[in-house]
């Protein structure tokens, strides 16, 4: 168990996070924390993500874009570490290349059975959800990752956005608005 954990937190921090693309005089140490259930079928992750700016989540996504939850399926790592595999089709790029579409990697799943992974910070998505996320990819062959899990995912719901770094009540076109300007800046 005690190398799988190990596995399971490196995974968190490189499949979900992007965490290392965040200068090192912009990030506080971070924490994790593995938990084995009693029933040992459910592991608890916590991870612990330091607030960042909104400019500094701009400056370190390779790609921020808008888009809407097609699908999603479990996945297990040849680690045996629990994944999330989720498609958006892709209405918009805020920022990096454009496309239609993307595939994220979202660190945790949990089964019908309640078997799997569940990492307190990771969002969870439905299909149908519209979303705004600030993805990190580490390169050719790499899963593409939320940067920040939850930090760097704000849902959609009509006119307004919520989110880390979204006002009460922001309306999504101010907030898409604003990310554009710290493209632009960047």
Not at 113 to 129: I, Q
Not at 144 to 163: F, N, Q
Request: charged residues 25%; hydrophobic residues 40%.
């Amino acid at each position: 168990m005690q190398v799988r954990s190990r596995w399971l937190i490196a995974a968190v921090f490189i499949a979900g996070l992007g965490y290392a693309a965040i200068p090192a005089r912009a990030r506080p140490a971070s924490e994790s924390r593995v938990t084995p259930q009693a029933s040992d079928t459910r592991t608890r992750v916590e991870v612990t993500i330091p607030v960042q700016s909104l400019e500094t989540y701009v400056s370190c996504a390779t790609r921020i874009v808008r888009g809407r939850v097609v699908a999603q399926r479990e996945q297990k790592t040849p680690n045996e570490i629990d994944m999330t595999v989720v498609w958006l089709d892709v209405a918009d790029t805020l920022k990096g290349k454009p496309s239609n579409f993307a595939e994220i990697v979202v660190a945790g799943s949990l089964h019908a059975d309640g078997r799997g992974t569940l990492v307190k910070m990771a969002p969870r998505f439905r299909v149908g959800d519209e979303v705004v996320l600030f993805l990190w990819d580490a390169g050719e062959g790499s899963p593409t990752g939320i940067l920040g899990l939850s930090h760097g995912t704000y849902s959609i719901d009509g006119e307004s956005v919520r989110g880390l770094h979204a006002g009460p009540e922001q309306r999504t076109e101010d907030f898409l608005r604003d990310i554009r300007k710290l493209v632009k800046k960047n």
